[in-house]
């Protein structure tokens, strides 16, 4: 029985993510080996990725429709103002707070993102560039431009604490939102058609597939990822920035596609995109240990945006499509 030789192709598709990693880790492992090689700075590494986790996990669904959504670090920053000020002002309980700031209100801007796509039949990347503007806008206005502060220690507690003193919890929510995405998306029906409609949307259109409507399901699961992000940064920070995440949708973008998520769409994985997460975690942690500036690291990030969306145009997923 012949077994089919793989190409590089398949190899790159399967492991690049995980090669990447492994890369990463082994250079500033190199550069800071006591430093960067312990117990607490790997288990800080990951903590610091959860926001960036929870991000592009609902970056991924606006990509793998072969569009994008700009506006999710405007709607984690406006989510986290909004919940902020329902415990510190309205004295609403934290846990209503963040019910209503998560699954009402991120749905509801998810919802207008989704909506406005379907209505105008503009791309994705036009709307969301718009709404990212807005909703920064109005979270300067919400806030008047100021911090709130003075939020629930037991919500702090809650969130961004730690279990047993050693796990922290952002680590625990980012990976249990990551594990309902990634059930969602191989064990339902909604989740294989988001797929077949970033594929191919016009013969998932004649199968059947309701483009419309799955659209709209994708930007408000980015809607609600972006506000879960918003609670986790108010908690691990103890008060609501408005300039918050600022920047933060080029880290869920280069997550999703170091991910080996086509940025073409209709390929791509959830646990690949954690992994992609947790290499911009990586690289972050690292050059702040080397001792280089935070512009470095939007060079960086630019960089490997480009490199891998190049990469995958010629040896990943969307090869394939040429």
Partial sequence: MNKTKKSFNDYWSAYSTVAILILMVAVFSALKPKAFMSVNNYIKII?????????????FYGI??????????????????VCAKLMVEANLNPVLAVILGIFIFGALVGA????????????????????QSVFRGLTYILSDARSVSGISTGFMKAVAGKIGGVIPMPIIIALIVAGI??????????????????????????AGITTKRHQLLCFILSGICASLAGMVNIARLG?????????????????????????????????????????????????????????????????????????DRFFGASSKKA
């Fill in 47 to 59: 903590e610091q990725s959860a926001i960036y986790i929870l991000l592009a996990c609902g970056e």
């Fill in 64 to 81: 793998i429709l072969g569009g994008i959504d700009l506006s999710v670090s405007s709607t984690m920053a406006l989510s986290g103002v």
């Fill in 112 to 131: 207008l993102n989704g909506t406005l796509i379907n209505i105008t039949n503009l791309p994705p990347f036009i709307i969301t560039l718009g709404t």
């Fill in 181 to 206: 995405m990634i059930f969602f998306t191989t064990r339902t029906k909604a989740g294989r058609n988001i797929y077949a409609l970033g594929g191919n949307p016009q013969s998932a259109y004649f």
């Fill in 239 to 311: 008060s609501a920035e408005p300039n918050a995440g600022t920047g933060y949708e080029t880290y869920a973008i280069a997550a999703v596609i170091i991910g080996g998520t086509s940025f073409f769409g209709g390929q791509g994985t959830v646990w690949k995109v954690v992994i992609g997460a947790i290499i911009i975690g990586v690289i972050n942690n690292g050059l702040n240990m080397v001792g280089l500036s935070s512009y470095y690291q939007q060079i960086a990030m630019g960089i490997l945006i480009i490199l891998a969306v190049t990469l």
